[in-house]
């Protein structure tokens, strides 16, 4: 678990002597196994405080734990080999080989070599890239989807059981980005690791997060499930940052084949179980009825799916 | 491109190419390449700047015989011009033969520019003429050239101001290299520190090589004057001394603007990695940030390498040698054969030390990725 305690993060303008606060008696634990995303506007300070779990940014005030330690009782370079780090502009060493980027930490940490090599090779293979293929390759040589791929293995390699991400998908264009987040959401299913994940993309937050916390100006403005966020803002803040369409953008994140439900299909227009709900939804308008079939890959309908099933979504 | 090669060459075939003298300072008489030859010229010529509309794939092959025919008329045609005449008669290349030399760089230089599409052949087709000029000076075909009678009498004294033209350059590299690396890596942590080192290595930039030269002079025949230890190590206000420093000090320039550029040009990104994998800043530094900065810092050593080729040449005149002994003698006796003893060479060194360095840069862009 890690939690914060009234962090704060000042800076003093060096001209006026004004101190301004990115980040003000911000409290907030992060669930074990569990992926938060931390979503708000530009400048909320939301990647200061990521950046501050790892300290790559000190804290002028409140205290992190990380587990049962003080963040500061550690030297920042222990802590931070301690922690998974994938940063928005991806990173990776463009001098090193796929594999020796992926290598970079267990090195730092003096593994030896045959554990290196095969946890390498590992990792390859559980974020979707043939390690036969890759482990070689240049950064230079893979595609923007592949590169953020060896960015999540690299943080992953210590097997880290916290992970911090900084708007790990932000440079992938969209259907890299769909791809990529379905992987991970699936890589995160069996790892279970304790996922930070900063991002100012509302659809990435629904879809991702097991828990948004969502900042506005240095402070928290709400935190809990999406559902939580989305049906209860407990702030105007919340409610206009989410948009009136923010069911929707809900609805974008879940694939009809997990709201469909057994029933009688005869007559209906046919949908694929792994469009979204509110692509269901557009056909539900389009086509005016309130009830979908939903086939499942093979082309047969495995159940049906009602305006009243997305209600409850 | 082509046809600004095919160009001084087909109006050099009009021009005088070797120029005969009884001896190495009279005047003499200027001779034309036989015209059936020079036909040759302008039919091979056409031929290679044809070949880059008509036929693209001959025209690396065709501008190197192109050049190489220039550099085998100039063997050919000084034996020619000498045979009969007395020992201390010489044949010096005259403006025809550097207009087709010119012109000849030209055509090879487009060809080879065009052939970078065509594949690996048409590329090392573009550079034949090297090894035919390597084989021809081999074999002795330039014996008779005024240049080559010339060499053959300073033959010992050339080896060693080739040597120091070069013991020179390389010092003076190495001691940049010692004192701009340090303080490359301190100026792009520091914006005050690089403001101050970069405005001052500039400031000595500005000075005329010569000027540079002469006021290092008075103190350093004054520091050898009063510390004996310095002046037993064979510090002194002419000499090795003044030269090397001054040379030093020009290379550090380059050394220390593209040290701070290359490693300040290191992709944020790949350092904060570094610092959130938990990289302390020492590995940081030699892991991530050096290795990345290395080829654009590696292009200020070539740019110091070329510049300080030049600045050689000039410390002949505080005594410290080099090639610019020939140049210098060659100047004071009117003996344009020496001049070109020392300046050809120079020139060439300066070509060779660029290529030389340019290939290490690409490789290890290659090897370290691009930045």
Wanted: net charge positive.
């Amino acid at each position: 678990m890690i939690e914060l305690r009234h962090l704060e993060k000042r800076y003093d303008d060096p001209v006026t002597g004004q101190p301004f606060y990115a980040v003000r008696d911000l409290s907030l634990s992060f669930p074990d196994g569990e992926i938060t995303a931390l979503l708000g506007p530009s400048g909320c300070g939301k990647t200061t405080t990521l950046r501050m779990i790892n300290r790559l940014i000190e804290p002028t005030g409140g205290q992190i734990l990380i587990g049962e330690h003080d963040a500061q009782s550690l030297r920042p370079e222990e802590l931070r080999r301690q922690v998974g780090y994938v940063i928005q502009q991806i990173g990776l060493f463009p001098h090193l080989s796929v594999a020796q980027n992926v290598a970079t930490v267990p090195e730092l940490l003096g593994w030896p070599k045959s554990k290196v090599q095969a946890r390498v090779r590992e990792l390859l293979a559980l974020v979707g890239l043939e390690p036969d293929l890759f482990a070689g390759k240049r950064p230079s040589e893979l595609s923007g989807g592949q590169q953020q791929r060896v960015g999540v293995a690299r943080a992953l390699a210590a097997d880290p059981p916290v992970l911090l991400m900084d708007e790990p998908f932000g440079a992938l264009d969209p259907l890299a980005r769909d791809k990529l987040q379905e992987a991970f959401r699936d890589i995160q299913q069996n790892l279970k690791k304790t996922i930070v994940m900063v991002t100012h993309d509302i659809d990435e937050a629904l879809k991702l997060g097991d828990k948004v916390a969502l900042m506005g100006a240095g402070a928290l403005e709400q935190f809990g499930t999406p559902d939580d966020l989305v049906r209860r803002p407990v702030s105007e803040f919340v409610r206009q940052f989410l948009g009136e369409d923010a069911l929707l953008r809900q609805l974008a994140g879940v694939p009809a084949g997990r709201l469909a439900r057994p029933g009688d299909a005869h007559g209906l227009p046919q949908i694929s179980q792994d469009l979204n709900a509110r692509s269901a939804l557009s056909v539900m308008l389009r086509e005016r009825v309130d009830t979908l079939a939903v086939t499942d890959e093979s082309g047969q309908v495995s159940g049906v799916l009602s305006w009243s099933d997305l209600e409850r979504a | 491109m082509l046809w600004l090669g095919a160009a001084p060459m087909l109006t050099s075939l009009l021009l005088p190419w070797v120029l005969l003298r009884p001896n190495r300072l009279a005047a003499g008489e200027f001779l034309r390449l036989p015209g059936a030859q020079a036909a040759l010229g302008a039919l091979l010529v056409m031929a290679a700047a044809l070949s880059g509309r008509f036929l693209p794939r001959a025209a690396p092959l065709l501008a190197s015989l192109s050049l190489l025919t220039g550099l085998w008329w100039l063997g050919a045609q000084t034996t020619t011009a000498l045979t009969g005449q007395a020992t201390f008669a010489r044949a010096s290349a005259s403006s025809g033969l550097w207009l087709w030399l010119l012109g000849g760089g030209i055509l090879v230089y487009g060809a080879g520019l065009a052939a970078r599409g065509m594949g690996r052949l048409q590329v090392l087709l573009a550079w034949l003429w090297l090894p035919g000029l390597v084989l021809l000076a081999l074999i002795g075909h330039f014996a008779d050239w005024s240049v080559i009678a010339e060499y053959r009498v300073q033959r010992s004294r050339f080896g060693q101001e080739l040597g120091q033209h070069l013991k020179l350059i390389l010092s003076a590299l190495g001691l940049a290299a010692v004192i701009g690396a340090p303080l490359a890596v301190w100026a792009s942590r520091n914006a005050r520190v690089s403001g101050v080192v970069l405005g001052l290595a500039g400031g000595v930039q500005t000075v005329p090589s010569l000027a540079l030269l002469g006021m290092l002079i008075a103190p350093l025949s004054w520091l050898a004057n009063h510390l004996p230890a310095l002046r037993s190590l064979g510090v002194s206000g002419i000499g090795t001394a003044p030269a090397l420093s001054a040379m030093t000090l020009y290379a550090l320039l380059p050394v220390l603007r593209n040290g701070v550029v290359a490693l300040r040009g290191v992709s944020p990104g790949a350092l904060d990695a570094a610092r959130g994998m938990g990289m302390t800043d020492n590995q940081r530094f030699w892991r991530v940030q050096l290795p990345l900065a290395l080829p654009v810092w590696l292009s200020g050593f070539r740019q110091a390498a070329v510049m300080l080729v030049g600045v050689a040449s000039v410390a002949q005149l505080i005594g410290a040698g080099g090639l610019g002994y020939f140049i210098f003698s060659g100047l004071q006796s009117g003996a344009a054969d020496l001049i070109l003893l020392g300046a050809v060479p120079a020139a060439l060194l300066a070509i060779g030390l660029d290529a030389l360095l340019r290939g290490l840069e690409a490789l290890l862009g290659s090897k370290l990725g691009k930045v």
